[in-house]
């Protein structure tokens, strides 16, 4: 078993990952992924090994409740008691925004 990927592994993943790789630290990353793709496999060497055990820890089957069509609001009578509105729209605070 190699000790290292190779340098188009790196890249590959390097590309696939969008990150700039100098070619200074492309070494370490060759050994360094396949320390880690190594830890990973010992997963699949665990007796008793099983998909469904990793998705879910228990077996109930999960209920959902049946979805009935409710009766419709009067769109005048929200707009009216929507704090601020422009025309047929309510005006609600920004979420997504610039800062990180």
Same mark, same amino acid.
């Given at each position: 078993m190699e000790d290292k990927l190779t340098k188009e592994e790196v890249l590959h993943v390097a590309q696939l990952a969008r990150i700039n790789i100098d070619e200074d630290e492309l070494e370490t990353y060759q050994i360094e992924l396949k320390k880690l793709l190594? &830890?990973? &496999?010992k997963i699949s060497a665990?007796?008793?090994y099983d @998909? &469904?055990?990793l998705?879910?820890?228990?077996d109930r089957k999960t209920e959902l409740r049946e @979805?009935?069509?409710g009766e419709m609001? @009067?769109?005048k009578e929200v707009i009216n008691n929507a704090p601020r509105h422009s025309g047929n729209y309510i005006e609600v605070p920004v979420v997504i925004g610039d800062e990180s």
């Open positions: 190594n &830890e990973v &496999e665990v007796k008793g @998909d &469904e055990k998705i879910a820890s228990w @979805d009935i069509a609001l @009067d769109p």
